[in-house]
């Protein structure tokens, strides 16, 4: 009997069949051409995803549109034909080793530090955004800029923009939607109570702070009907890793059961403190989406512990697992787990200075056992005391 046999074992997200159940967690990588085209270095990174054992590989997030989403100096786009067409070749790449592709979809709002279109930041109303810029992703570490109050209008063109980009990546062959409703960006911006201060009905209750998702999960719904689609949520943000919803249980009812109702077909939950119990319940978040979804899960956070994920599915904590960091460590990490091999363990060398592929790439040629030489001698020390 395989040792993980849950977490090796098939599934479905809505009609597309997954071969197990650990998934690429997606990663932004800041690798693309400046104007936001997708790379050869970035085809051959997601190739190797896909021969890496995986149940599917999903992309970093992918800006939607030429104005106000990109957040990201490097990062890559799907706003216009040429960036469409330079993901024709990753799309491809996975394909041909045999793995599903779905692509996760991107608007920033407040959280821009790099923007390749436009000056500004638009997001649900006027206010500071916590935290500096990202250094990983070549922030200044200065503070954020403060963004102006979207229009009416601009929140029709942005729930369009999802669709529109949904339809591209469908149009080359991606096999599903991930919307990134999650960490802090625009959508996650009108549900949480400090960067939402607006009057209109887009605030005052839960059930109308979830209420720009679930346009937009309708918009893409609509436009790829014949593809699964889903989106990620979370409570914490990548500038500020304290958040929770202020409701607790009750709001995360509200949350999931609106999610599910714009005709969904699944719920991923970022998690990067992991999977643990929320709100005082026995449940984790990703319990909770399941409970009040009716919908497939996939869990989050601190899962490259494969008895970890393992527990987490047996558990009713998710029906699926991504791994985030663990999978950016080793791009094989689901094969060697099946076989019984030890990955490659993360390193923040591997992400800093930049999260880039550059970096990666060099910290793995300075590193061929792949553990970092820093360590290594560290732990020599240690063994000989
Ligand atoms: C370098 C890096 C880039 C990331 N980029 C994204 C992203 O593009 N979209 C997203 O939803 N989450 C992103 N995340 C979060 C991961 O997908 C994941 O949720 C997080 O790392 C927690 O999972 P882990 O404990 O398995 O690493 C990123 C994380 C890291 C470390």
């Not at 999903?58 to 890559?76: C, F, N, R």
Request: proline residues 5%; contains cysteine; neutral net charge.
């Amino acid at each position: 009997m395989a040792r993980y046999p849950t977490l090796f074992s098939p599934g479905r997200l809505g009609r597309q069949a997954l071969r197990n159940r650990a998934i690429v967690s997606p990663l932004t990588r800041a690798s693309a051409t400046e104007d936001g085209l997708v790379t050869d270095q970035m085809r051959d990174y997601y190739a190797d995803y896909a021969r890496g054992g995986w149940g599917l590989v999903m992309t970093e997030a992918v800006y939607i549109d030429l104005k106000y989403s990109q957040g990201y100096k490097y990062q890559p786009g799907i706003g216009s034909d040429r960036q469409q067409e330079s993901w024709r070749k990753v799309v491809d790449a996975i394909h041909a080793e045999g793995s599903p592709a779905f692509m996760q979809i991107f608007h920033c709002g407040a959280i821009n530090q790099g923007n390749n279109w436009v000056e500004g930041s638009i997001a649900p109303s006027v206010f500071t955004p916590r935290g500096k810029q990202i250094d990983r992703y070549r922030g200044s570490g200065t503070l954020f800029q403060t963004p102006r109050e979207i229009t009416r209008d601009e929140m029709a063109e942005v729930v369009a923009s999802y669709a529109d980009a949904a339809r591209r990546a469908a149009e080359l062959g991606f096999d599903g939607i991930e919307v990134h409703g999650a960490n802090g960006y625009l959508p996650d911006q009108f549900l949480t109570v400090h960067t939402n201060l607006r009057t209109d009905e887009y605030n005052g209750t839960v059930k109308n702070r979830i209420r720009f998702h679930c346009e937009v999960m309708r918009g893409v719904r609509a436009a790829v009907p014949d593809r699964p689609v889903g989106v990620r949520i979370s409570q914490t943000k990548v500038n500020d890793f304290d958040y929770v919803w202020p409701g607790g249980e009750a709001d995360a009812g509200a949350i999931f059961l609106a999610l599910a109702k714009t005709g969904i077909d699944f719920i991923d939950i970022s998690a990067h403190l992991g999977v643990t119990p929320v709100f005082g319940c026995a449940d984790s978040l990703s319990g909770l989406a399941k409970k009040h979804s009716g919908l497939p899960v996939i869990a989050n956070g601190k899962l490259q512990d494969p008895a970890v994920a393992e527990a987490a599915l047996t558990g009713g904590q998710g029906d699926f697992c991504c791994i985030g960091k663990g999978a950016l460590a080793d791009p094989h990490w689901a094969a060697k787990i099946e076989r019984g091999a030890a990955p490659i363990a993360f390193d923040p060398g591997m992400i800093t200075p930049y999260a880039t592929l550059d970096n990666y790439y060099g910290w793995r040629k300075a590193n061929p056992s792949g553990v970092s030489a820093v360590k290594a001698v560290a732990r020599d020390r240690a063994e000989a005391v």
